[in-house]
């Protein structure tokens, strides 16, 4: 387990949540809590490829 790069989705202090990766490790999909929104990021070349509305202060996310 060693970090090989960053990627900046954060909002601010504290809006970083929760995180989930798919299956194949190819997605990483990271719940934003202030900004009601989910990241998700390519492993490939460590970049957001979406980011999608999540309601209301999301706090978990799940992917199947």
């Given at each position: ?9 954060a ?7 929760d ?36 309601g ?9």
């Amino acid at each position: 387990n060693t970090a090989v790069g960053t990627v900046a989705v954060a909002s601010g202090p504290f809006d970083l949540f929760d995180l989930a990766v798919n299956r194949d490790g190819t997605r990483v999909f990271v719940t934003h809590f202030n900004s009601h929104k989910i990241s998700v990021i390519d492993t490939a070349n460590n970049s957001v490829v979406a980011t999608v509305s999540a309601g209301t202060s999301p706090v978990a996310v799940v992917v199947r």
